[in-house]
């Protein structure tokens, strides 16, 4: 029964380190955290941030949209996205929480 237990401590922190990759983009010498979150009812809609904003901006929103297509292909099978409030925005139009850039939209099914 321990045998079972420590595999199963392994194997969930193994998970949890290669989890943390996907979630990381570099850009510009620098790494970003994305993350992305959608309701399980309604899978194209989605929220997701990048940061930290004040290192970069651009590599904020590159790591935000990151998630987004991942997710979208993932949840959809297509990269397209109609977005609220998207990457191409300028950068004073930008909605910023916590050091992060927040993108909305919603993928887009083929």
Not at 34 to 59: C, I, Y
Not at 66 to 72: A, S
Request: aromatic share 6%; proline share 3%; charged share 20%.
């Amino acid at each position: 029964m321990k045998s079972a237990w420590a595999t199963g401590a392994v194997l969930l922190a193994l998970a949890a380190c290669g989890r943390g990759e996907l979630e990381t983009v570099t850009f510009e010498g620098a790494r970003f955290n994305g993350d992305l979150n959608s309701q399980r009812s309604d899978r194209a809609g989605f929220v997701a941030t990048g940061g930290p904003a004040s290192v970069s901006l651009e590599g904020s929103k590159q790591a935000a949209r990151y998630q987004v297509v991942q997710h979208c292909i993932a949840y959809l099978g297509s990269s397209d996205v109609a977005w609220v409030n998207g990457p191409d925005v300028e950068d004073a139009a930008l909605v910023i929480e916590d050091n992060e850039v927040v993108l909305t939209g919603r993928c887009i099914e083929p």
